[in-house]
């Protein structure tokens, strides 16, 4: 597999900090708010808005007026119905008012370059709205160890940052592939909710729903994401409603084909150098193989040899939701930038695997991906 060497001296002292990730006023969340206030906008003054921002950027041109408006008409047909074929449910105004952003720049091309920008800018739309958020994956990886009592291989599925909105055709997609999939054992990495509804009893009632399901299938242990997103009440709402099991600063050992596999769980502030503590509270019992669980890579850092961590599962990044070519993702999310993407890294002897994810942020957040497919991370631990 594919693994990127970490060096401890990257470390970083986030302690004197004032914003972190995945809370509520870093500056992430706050332009997610203000482009999330266009959606209280009533659909008709949103439309003589964007005409007239249409009108004056493109310098009033009218060829290119319109071009830019007939445009901006297609994003805007094409991301109201994806709730109608239970895509994605994301509001209306903030993801076409982004996408008319992005369009305006190519507009000011000679004719006819500035067409084709458009019907490129089109064919992107569909693709990363609508095609790739239903391609979801399977990234098959190989734990090796050297324990001569296991008998067979252990098969287990890492899924993170499902962000239900409503039951879609992603989310059953999920469950059809991890029914054939059939792994001993399923873990979780955060991020149960969309901040759209990360409050709505519906939500959180359908959301334990689907966790229940995910658990028939196999046994399901999980820990919180960001404390922005899955909120103390509505997880507390959640673990009471199903039957899969929270590991929040706790961890069990499994027993699977004659290997003890001992799981950690920890609660993330995203404040690693805080949570870090947790796990000397946490890390109490002894396994042939050590799972910890922590919603962000960031922690990643924080961990030492006497640790005895064999492998890490994170999530929290979505590996950018957007990706370029040979660039990678634009943002991750992380106190350390695009240094933590998706994949397969490793310190020392630990191995860090963070999932893209299966859902979107929610609020005014695209729900897009582009060269960043949903994905199950499915592992096989092996002697």
Known sequence: MKMIELSNLDKQDFSDKKFYPGTEGNPFDSILRIFNGLNTIHSIYFLFGITLFSFFFTF???????????????????????????????????QVFLLLL???????????????????????????FVYEPTQIIVKQQ???????Q????????QIGDIHLEKCGVRERKLLSMLKLLSPNFILFTGDFLNLSNNSDPLVIEEVAKFFSEINAIAPTYFVPGSPAVDL???LDAIISKTKAIPLINQDLLLVENDLTIHIIGLDCTHKPG?????????????GDVAILMYHSPDL????????????????????????????????????????????IYKMG?????????????????PRVRFLCKPEINFWTIKH
């Open 60 to 94: 009033l041109n009218l060829r290119n007026w319109l071009m830019l408006l007939l445009f901006a008409a297609f994003d805007w047909l094409i991301i109201a119905l994806l709730p109608k074929f239970k895509i994605t449910f994301g509001p209306t105004h903030s």
């Open 232 to 234: 103390k009440e509505s």
């Open 274 to 286: 805080v949570d870090i503590k947790n796990l000397a509270k946490a890390n109490k019992l002894k």
């Open 300 to 343: 990643i850092y924080e961990l030492i040899p006497e640790d005895h961590i064999d492998i890490m599962l994170s999530g929290h990044t979505h590996g950018g939701q957007v990706r370029l070519p040979m660039l990678g993702a634009i943002f991750t999310g992380s106190l350390y930038g695009r240094k933590l993407q998706s994949g």
């Open 102 to 128: 992005m369009r305006t720049p190519f507009i000011w091309l000679p004719f006819p370059f500035n067409l084709a920008f458009q019907i490129i800018g089109t064919a992107l739309v569909l693709a990363g």
């Open 349 to 365: 002897k630990t191995l860090l695997s963070i999932s893209r994810g299966i859902g979107f942020e929610g609020m005014g957040a």
């Open 142 to 148: 190989d734990l090796e160890i050297n324990k001569s």
């Open 150 to 157: 296991l008998k067979a291989p252990i098969n287990f599925v």
